[in-house]
């Protein structure tokens, strides 16, 4: 008689069948009845929106957008001081470029260092990184009438570029100050806008207030929101209960409260003789919402130092401040990157906030030109809110992503 | 002796109250100085004096003193926090869980969806829900008419409502005993699956019950509860329920700009749900919304609360920006009241006080339902 000898391979592998783009599209949209259902209700739904899209896209006129983008971009800056926000544009290229090459070089040195693969950044992924920016910078740009603003735009690009090769070849003694360095640059780009004769920023308008407000809105409230979770985290009960009440009163409230506050109310608690500009008590305002908001930030990121950091700096001898400094705030400040962009993000948006009390940043604008005797009554405003949305989207968008891919190469959370 | 930790701790803690004490000293005593050489009150009797303006939809005349007009606010910012809280959770939900969908066309518009809403700012939202839907209907001369149902203009929106007829008190005592018996069905639906096995059925037969008497009670009651039509009157609306367009425009605006939020916090509380358990529903045969509902989504939900409850504490504090479009609430009063005069410090602590009030109530009402829903570990 004779045996025969099991085949095992062709019955337990299983056979992948071919896969083509028809299996795809089986797969993945008409599974079964209700998907079916849902995915040609979705398609016509698109379909329906895309051509609504087209349709208003082809039919609207932009005229009004052209005729006041230098209002949506810097606000009443005086013509004759143009000049100054395109020094101002050129000095924020170069920081960017340098802080971002010296970040990329001191990467790869620790890469090295720790024997780990380095891959360079391509100009592909730059390109699928930044996509939304480049493209807004190209439709506003589209917006302009003469050349000169597309050529400068090309320069500070070009400059930005310059700068980025320079950090990455920068010396790592020289590396080592590059903070130093963009300080100095912001202070030179606020001196380019202000000094000698400038615009303060009580008059400036348009999007660069917005930006304004959200990076000087941020960089005051930090050093209050540290000083506040610290003392929330402190072991003194009468600091941590200021602290505590600090917080939770502002986080309780809405941010239009305190601008309120700022507006009508803020003149009253400060001596007769001190009188600041309308912009400075929105600033004052703002950063002492964000204070608050940073402070949970950085407790956030002080819980997810662990304990042992603390007790081994306590073991080797280190005094209580020298623990803060050198063993717990490095790790827990790195841990908050992610959430601070998301601060910086949900406080670019409200920016917007300060439109409701007078003050001519870029949604705010878009409400003036839809009163100018050209556009008056036209119905215009759709288009420019929409061109307003489209900056603040752009903004948001490629800022939350790149917080996002922040926090997976940090891996916060994960540890 | 200044090296002695518990000496220090005392003194940084006794500089502490100084330097908070001398602030609130030097800003009270700036705010009464102001104050006076301003020629305004510096306490709260201002709030019995007429509100001066108009608040539409309210029924409360010019002269009515400000502090009723102050509780109309409240009313109507609570109008938006009530019904728009739900809305939100039930789209949020709903998109969270499309953007894990099998299907790829609506996982991708649910992605469009909360990668568009969520990163525009939520004031711009309103403006462009108001510019671009509400003023895009007909004015109140040419309302939208359907049979009656249903009218719609570009400043308020009136659907039919109900009116109480006779017999209106008896037959709300009958439902409420209805109410109690279907309840009793609950729990006798319960009990019995619980001993003998067989499938409980409870929704069915509590709705079935509470149904059957309902309708009885209002056939032999000669239909106790009446349509209440809404009719264009001249330049007003009557009857039905009424609302502004206003406050559909912000609530619009808020509960899509929040849902997107909500959506994003419940896809990743799902995806925080270990992988076996996905698998170890599919072992047993369940139907993929048998796995939502009763594996997956319970155990998400423990997760997804404390950040969802921090978004409904947003959305609160959101309806501050109904200011920009002028619905009427308590933002928008408090604003117009110090445009007519009033001492702005104390109508501003006023306006604080009510939201702190409102984030608290939230955020104990949340905290109860949080506590009955956490694990129970042996």
Same mark, same amino acid.
Do not use: C
């Given at each position: 008689?004779?045996?025969?000898t099991p085949?095992f ?9 071919? *896969? ?8 993945n +949209?008409f ?14 739904l ?6 609504a ?7 609207a006129?932009?005229e #009004? ?19 100054? /926000?395109?020094?101002? %544009? ?7 470029g340098?802080?971002?090459? @010296? ?8 890469? &090295? ?6 891959t360079?950044?391509?100009?592909r992924? &730059?390109? @699928?990184r ?13 917006f302009?009438? %003469? ?5 400068? %735009? ?6 930005g ?8 070849v920068?010396?790592?003694?020289v590396?080592?100050?590059?903070w130093?360095?963009?300080?100095l ?9 202000a ?11 348009? $999007? ?6 959200t990076v ?6 930090f050093?209050?929101?540290? +000083? ?5 985290r ?14 939770e009163?502002?986080?309780g409230?809405?941010?239009i ?31 002492l ?6 402070? =949970? ?6 819980q ?14 280190? !005094? ?15 841990a908050t990157?992610?959430?601070?962009v998301?601060q910086f ?14 003050v ?9 030109v ?11 405003? &759709? ?14 968008? %490629? ?16 540890r | ?14 500089l ?20 006076r050489?301003?020629g305004l ?11 001066? &303006? ?13 502090w ?12 938006l926090?009530?019904?728009?809280i739900?809305?939100v959770?039930v ?6 869980i499309?953007?894990? @969908? ?5 996982? *991708? ?16 939202? #309103? ?7 509400? $003023?895009?209907f !007909?004015?109140?001369q =040419? ?5 009656d149902?249903?009218? #719609? ?33 609950w ?7 619980? *001993?003998t ?6 929704v ?6 509470f ?34 367009a206003?406050?559909?425009?912000v609530? $619009? ?6 849902? @997107?939020?909500?959506?994003? #916090? ?7 749900? /270990? ?18 509902r ?18 409904? +504490? ?6 501050? +920006?109904a ?5 009427a ?47 129970v570990?042996?």
């Amino acid at each position: 008689m004779t045996i025969e000898t099991p085949v095992f391979e062709e019955s337990v592998v299983e056979v992948e069948p071919a *896969r083509g783009p028809m299996d795809w599209v089986r797969k993945n +949209l008409f599974n079964n009845w209700y998907n079916t259902v849902l995915t040609l209700a979705m398609a016509a739904l698109f379909v329906w929106a895309a051509l609504a899209l087209a349709r208003w896209l082809l039919g609207a006129d932009f005229e #009004i957008i052209r005729v006041n983008l230098r209002l949506f971009m810097i606000g009443r800056f005086p013509a004759d001081q143009l000049w100054r /926000p395109w020094v101002a %544009t050129f000095l924020i290229a170069i920081l960017i470029g340098v802080v971002g090459g @010296s970040l990329a070089a001191t990467a790869r040195d620790r890469a &090295v260092e720790a024997g780990l693969p380095f891959t360079e950044t391509t100009f592909r992924q &730059v390109l @699928s990184r930044f996509w939304p920016i480049i493209a807004l910078v190209v439709v506003i740009l589209a917006f302009t009438t %003469t050349i000169t603003p597309t050529l400068l %735009t090309l320069l500070a690009a070009a400059l930005g570029v310059g700068a980025y090769f320079l950090g990455r070849v920068l010396p790592r003694a020289v590396r080592r100050w590059t903070w130093g360095l963009a300080l100095l640059l912001i202070v030179a780009t606020y001196l380019a806008l202000a000094g000698f004769g400038g615009l303060g920023w009580d008059d400036w308008g348009g $999007l660069q207030l917005n930006l304004f407000l959200t990076v000087a809105g941020i960089m005051i409230a930090f050093p209050l929101g540290l +000083l506040l979770a610290l003392g929330r985290r402190s072991s003194l009960p009468v600091v941590r209960t200021i602290s505590v009440t600090y917080i939770e009163f502002v986080r309780g409230v809405p941010l239009i409260t305190l601008l309120l506050a700022g507006a009508f109310a803020l003149g009253f608690l400060l001596p007769s003789d001190v009188r600041p500009g309308f912009v400075t008590r929105m600033l004052i305002a703002i950063t002492l919402f964000e204070a608050a908001y940073i402070a =949970e930030v950085v407790r956030g990121g002080l819980q997810a130092v662990p304990r042992g950091q603390v007790e081994a700096a306590q073991a080797v001898g280190l !005094p209580t401040r020298t623990t803060m400094r050198l063993v717990v705030l490095p790790q827990a400040l790195r841990a908050t990157i992610p959430a601070m962009v998301g601060q910086f993000i949900s406080l670019f948006k409200d920016t917007t906030l300060v439109s409701i009390l007078g003050v001519t940043e870029l949604l705010d604008a878009t409400f003036i030109v839809n009163s100018q005797s050209d556009f008056l009554g036209q119905g215009l405003f &759709v288009v420019t809110l929409a061109f307003a949305g489209l900056v603040f989207w752009v903004g948001s968008y %490629t800022m939350s992503r790149e917080s996002r891919r922040l926090e997976k190469r940090l891996g916060v959370g994960e540890r | 002796m200044w090296r002695d930790l518990r000496v220090l701790r005392v003194v940084v803690q006794v500089l502490a109250v100084f330097v908070v004490g001398a602030m609130a000293y030097v800003l009270w005593f700036n705010l009464t100085n102001n104050l006076r050489a301003a020629g305004l009150a510096t306490d709260f009797d201002f709030l019995t004096q007429p509100i001066g &303006v108009d608040i539409p939809g309210s029924g409360l005349s010019p002269g009515a003193p400000i502090w009723r007009a102050l509780l109309v606010g409240i009313k109507n910012t609570l109008a938006l926090v009530v019904v728009g809280i739900p809305l939100v959770t039930v789209i949020g939900v709903v998109v969270g869980i499309a953007r894990l @969908s099998t299907n790829w066309l609506v996982a *991708r518009a649910a992605g469009l969806y909360v990668e568009l809403l969520r990163n525009i700012p939520p004031l711009l939202i #309103i403006f462009f829900v108001f510019n671009a839907v509400i $003023l895009r209907f !007909p004015i109140l001369q =040419e309302s939208i008419n359907i049979s009656d149902l249903l009218i #719609i203009n570009n400043r308020y929106l009136a659907v039919v409502g109900f009116t109480a007829q006779p017999n209106f008190g008896p037959f709300l005592l009958i439902l409420a005993i209805a109410l109690l018996i279907s309840a009793g069905v609950w729990w006798w639906r319960t009990r019995r699956s619980e *001993r003998t096995g067989e499938p409980h059925h409870r929704v069915l037969w509590s709705l079935g019950v509470f149904g059957v008497v309902a309708i009885v009670a209002f056939v032999a009651l000669g239909a106790p509860i009446g349509l209440s039509r809404p009719v264009l009157d001249g330049r007003a609306l009557e009857g039905g329920y009424v609302g502004l367009a206003s406050y559909f425009a912000v609530l $619009l605006a808020l509960v899509l700009y929040t849902a @997107s939020h909500v959506a994003e #916090i419940v896809r990743g509380s799902i995806l925080a749900v /270990p992988k076996g358990q996905t698998e170890a529903s599919n072992a047993l045969a369940l139907t993929s919304f048998q796995r939502l509902r009763h594996v997956v989504l319970p155990q998400a939900m423990r997760v997804a609360i404390p950040p969802v409850i921090s978004q409904y +504490l947003n959305f609160t504090k959101n309806t501050s +920006l109904a200011i920009a479009i002028g619905y009427a609430e308590i933002t928008r009063l408090t604003f117009q009241t110090i445009g007519n005069g009033q001492p702005a410090p104390q109508m501003i602590a006023i306006l604080m006080g009510a939201y702190l009030v409102f984030s608290l109530i939230i955020s104990l009402l949340v905290n109860v339902i949080n506590r009955r829903l956490e694990l129970v570990t042996r």
